[in-house]
């Protein structure tokens, strides 16, 4: 192997489906490494897929790790208060990196929200990605509920255009619903 991976690495291996594998290498082979993952796993990948697949090595240069964690906010919130509780989040979360700074960004004019990404740095991958995102959204959860802040979630207003058959169903149910009111 060219030493761009070794025991102690964290990686991602995406398969020719796409799916992704992430691990920490614990001993590398002439045929194999032996990748565990977060559940205690162990898996020997073949080193051809080493070759053939897409292998992101977390912490080949640097153990430091960029994390993103999307939120959306409802479009009458006080979108320099979103801000500071993001930043807040961050600040109380275990694991992050004071350095390098959190970054908040917003990215777009949703349907439905204000899109706004969290950025922010660990040193220990193998300790896990999806966990620290949770424990900062958990909190992110809290300090909107504290300000009042609205996740929103997706709405659609429905346009029903008027022809026969339609009115026909509209007096039908007013019929049932006027029959229903005199009976009870």
Do not use: C, H
Not at 121 to 140: C, F, M, Q, T
């Amino acid at each position: 192997m060219d030493k761009s991976i070794k025991p102690g690495d964290v990686i991602s291996v995406a398969d020719s489906a796409g799916n992704e594998g992430f691990g920490q290498i614990r001993k590398i082979g002439i045929r194999a490494i032996s990748v565990v993952t977060r559940d205690q796993t162990e898996y020997l990948i073949p080193n051809e897929n080493l070759m053939i697949n897409q292998v992101v090595n977390w912490s080949y240069s640097s153990r430091d790790v960029r994390v993103k964690a999307p939120v959306g906010v409802a479009y009458d919130s006080d979108l320099d208060l979103v801000e500071k509780l993001l930043y807040k989040a961050v600040e109380e979360t275990p694991r992050i990196l004071p350095t390098p700074k959190a970054r908040v960004n917003i990215m777009a004019f949703g349907n439905s929200s204000v899109d706004f990404e969290l950025r922010f740095w660990i040193s220990d991958p193998e300790g896990g990605l999806a966990n620290i995102r949770s424990d900062v959204y958990k909190r992110i959860w809290q300090l909107f509920k504290e300000n009042d802040i609205e996740i929103p979630f997706p709405q659609n207003d429905i346009n029903l255009r008027r022809n026969e058959p339609f009115e026909q169903l509209v007096a039908a149910i007013g019929q049932r619903l006027e029959k229903d009111s005199t009976n009870g």
